[in-house]
Structures are given as C-alpha cells and as structure tokens.
C-alpha cells in the first residue's frame, strides 16, 4: 500500500515531464521556423476543431485545427497541420507561413511574435514545476510520515 504514496507522484510527474518536453520542442520549432527567414503563401485545405471535457462538471475546451498546404523554394510540397490558429482563417483564405529549410513540415502560420511565444512557453513550463513540487514534497511528506509510523 505505501507503494501507491510514491508510483502514483512518480506518473504524474513522468507526464508532466513529456508535457514539459513536448512545450519545448514546439517552441523551439515554431522559433527555428520564424528565425529562417523562409516564408511561403500557403492555402489553407481545411478548418475543424476538436473538442474536450465536459464530462460531468468539468469544462469544455475547443481548440481550432488548420490544415495547409504550400511549395518550398525547392518545389516540394508539404501539408501541414497547426493548432490554435486565428478563427479568421477559413478554408481556401492564402496566408503567409514560415518554415526551416531542413524541415518545412514544421512551419507555422503564426506570425512572428517571440514574446508571446516565450511567456505562453514559460508560464507552461512554471506550472509543471508546481505540480513537480508538489509531487516531490508529497513523497517527501509520506516517506516521513511512513517512517514515523514504523518506528
């Protein structure tokens, strides 16, 4: 049983570690795109959102895909896909996207923006830090608390 104080803090921590991760790696993709200085007209192919919570009650949350398709100055074409667009692109509008040479199937059609980019990316990364915290004092807390009631 006191097995269960410590497996299930280490989870959640190992999530919120590939949360952590996967925040950064977009970042850094959506930065390399932007700092390239490449850039293409893109059609946008396609608009649908997905939907999740509401079970009970919880919130709903929608988020809004895009799916865009553009050539590279080499000629090769790429679809790509991208969450949290503006609600203003609709399917067939023409938008600018920005990509990396070494990898275009990672643009972005988000305008150049670091600041905001940085912050959304910060505040993620400090509220994984908190639910690391505080997953590592509860281990911390039941391991004393086990300690005390053995001896």
Same mark, same amino acid.
């Given at each position: 049983? %006191?097995?269960?104080?410590? @497996?299930?803090?280490?989870?959640?921590?190992?999530?919120? &570690?590939? #949360?952590?991760?996967?925040?950064?790696?977009?970042?850094?993709?959506?930065?390399? +795109?932007?700092?390239?200085?490449?850039?293409?007209?893109?059609?946008?192919?396609?608009?649908?959102?997905? =939907?999740?919570?509401? +079970?009970?009650? *919880?919130?709903?949350? *929608?988020?809004?895909?895009?799916?865009?398709?553009?050539? *590279?100055?080499?000629?090769?074409?790429?679809? $790509?896909? %991208?969450?949290?667009?503006?609600?203003?692109?609709?399917?067939?509008? @023409?938008?600018?996207?920005?990509?990396?040479?070494?990898?275009?199937?990672?643009? =972005? +059609?988000?305008?150049?923006?670091? #600041? !905001?980019?940085?912050?959304?990316? #910060? /505040?993620?990364?400090? $509220?994984?830090? &908190? @639910? &690391? *915290?505080? /997953?590592?004092? $509860? @281990?911390? &807390?039941?391991? !004393?608390? $086990?300690?005390?009631? #053995?001896?």
């Amino acid at each position: 049983m %006191e097995e269960l104080f410590y @497996i299930a803090p280490l989870l959640i921590i190992a999530v919120v &570690v590939l #949360g952590a991760v996967s925040v950064i790696r977009r970042s850094r993709q959506v930065n390399s +795109a932007w700092s390239s200085g490449l850039t293409a007209e893109a059609r946008c192919l396609r608009t649908y959102t997905t =939907t999740s919570g509401g +079970a009970g009650d *919880t919130m709903v949350s *929608t988020t809004l895909h895009h799916v865009y398709e553009f050539t *590279t100055r080499e000629g090769r074409t790429v679809r $790509f896909e %991208e969450r949290n667009g503006p609600g203003t692109t609709l399917e067939g509008d @023409i938008v600018t996207v920005y990509y990396a040479a070494d990898h275009p199937e990672r643009a =972005t +059609a988000h305008a150049p923006s670091r #600041g !905001k980019l940085a912050a959304g990316a #910060g /505040c993620a990364l400090v $509220f994984f830090g &908190v @639910i &690391v *915290t505080f /997953c590592v004092v $509860f @281990i911390l &807390v039941a391991h !004393k608390m $086990f300690d005390f009631m #053995g001896s």
